[in-house]
């Protein structure tokens, strides 16, 4: 990450809601991201890991560098690697826009969920593009808040899902990156570039993503702004409230849930 806030916060509940989510997520985003035996990847602003375990699985001879900016989420990323027998990965403590690396060091680049977090997105895969081999690929994952619609929707389930999107705006951040992640890799200088979106849909009939998504990454990420969105004014705390029993309607027997993911990748 780079040194701006990151709007969910760093407790253990927002671990445990970014390992439900890479686990519930995991055929949807990650199935066709597989690199050769003996590619070096550089996995930019790893975070707790989550993502790591499933690179590492899925790429099981690859030799993959994992970065952040926190130590604190490193030392959570360790130990959850160790504890999933990932032996191909070196986490390492740094910033995406001071990279100490040489150029052309690696084969791959992998980078999900971050630009969203950063003031300086294009600046940020710049950075990441002078480190990659000529011919190598990034791919970049990314949601968009604004992709979001279900059912029930009621007023105040609106208003705190929005008021989500607010926050991390006054921090810095975009949370409706995802449909910009075919400029950004552009503008910094990629080519050959795909961007394939990938839709979460729930409703009763898939309680995996009723459970996984909608309960356990989607509803815990708007109830974790819910103290800067009251003290930033966005909204009061009855609605707030209201809004969240709205959201848990959506993963009932009569509910549904819809998101979109947006995956690119693009060459040096």
Known sequence: MASNDYVHGYSEREASRLCDQANTLEELLHSDTKYPAGSKVLEAGCGIGAQTVILSKNSPDARIT??????????LARERAASEGVTNVEFRVENIFGLPFEEESFDHIFVCFVLEHLREPVKALASLRKVLKTGGTITVIEGDHGSCFFHPETEDAVK??????EVQAR?????LIGRQVY????????SDITVSPRMVYSDSSRPHMEEGFVRR???P???GIRKDAIEMGIIDAEAFDMGI??????AA????????????????
């Open 183 to 190: 400029p950004l890799i552009k503008q910094a200088g990629f």
């Open 245 to 250: 029993e709205g959201l848990h309607r959506t």
């Open 221 to 223: 990420m708007v109830e």
């Open 171 to 175: 921090l810095g951040g975009d949370s």
């Open 66 to 75: 994992s970065i952040d900016i926190s130590e604190e989420s490193l030392n």
């Open 160 to 165: 705190a899902w929005n008021s989500l999107i």
């Open 217 to 219: 990454t989607i509803i």
């Open 253 to 268: 027997e009569y509910g549904t849930f819809n998101y979109m993911f947006f995956k690119g990748v693009g060459r040096k």
